[in-house]
């Protein structure tokens, strides 16, 4: 670059009007990752405790706490459904960046988009088990529930209720025998499906639910357990998981990062303060349940809050087996992106 020198200035002072005019070229070259990465963070969840990490993450700011460590910018958005399914179709569209639900939803988008989104878990929520509660006085077992029962689950098929379900009818009533009960099924939030359950009024008498509804609903002398899916599974298993698509993934980095920085805050305040964990979700979702009870749920050993996906793989392969996904991963790590590889999942 060629300069020169005008009349009348002294030699120092052309010598800095160079000085500053380089180093604006140099600025004007350098990368600046926080304008870059300044973004909104569309994130969706569904109801109940076991999505307490990310109400943690919202109410407490963490995903932007994070970012700013990160030199990024981070605004977000928070939108709450009752299902996996519409989720994964505002993902497909764009429409969500971030969303999260069970392992179910999670494996059936991972096969319908191999080829092209490729929809992969960034990490897992908790381990949780889940219970199939009844009314019935007359069902004991899932080999006892019959057309006059009805039973409330967040999505036919696909939720991770349904998925067990058919785990458990193949279990009880043999090989081939897995859709057995899919027909007394009905779609319906949590909220509702313990309100429908317990109200007498309603067909759905049964709710295979998830915490806090299904200690709730223990409570009242009508309701017993049917079944728990760490039975089913012959173990704890991953319940939750937040996904994303590789696109989104791939293109930003930073907010990745921040957001397994902040699942990791979220958890350690879990772990440290479960009473303030407990005010917080009380408060989010306007629950009427007292804040010793939700503590009492948050701290029970078989609630477990970890990022590390297990038994994935049991999910994956009876799924690929009973045709509802398309395609079979080799191991877990076929589902979930690298970030969390070093984790000891199953």
Known sequence: MAFRKRPGLGRGLALALVAAALGLVALALMP???????????????????????TIIEKKGLLEAEGKKLGVDLKTEWLQFTGGAPMNEALISGTLDIVSGGVGPM??????TRTNLGVKGVAALNSMPLYLNTTDADVKSVKDFSAKDKIGLPTVKVSIQAVILQMAAEKALGQGKANTLDPLTVSMGHPDAEAAMMNGKSEVDAHFGAAPFQYDELKDARVHKVLDSYEVLGGPHVFNVVWTTTRYHDQNPLVIKALLAALGDAEELISSNPADAAAIWIADEHSKMARDEVERIIKL?????TITPKNVMAFADFMARTGLLAGKPASWKDVFFSDIHDRPGS
Do not use: D
């Open 32 to 54: 600046h990752p926080a304008s870059a990465e300044s973004k909104t963070v569309r994130i969706a969840k569904q109801f109940g405790i076991s999505y307490l990490p990310l």
């Open 107 to 112: 494996l059936v988008i991972w096969g319908k």
């Open 301 to 305: 050993p078989e609630n477990e809050w």
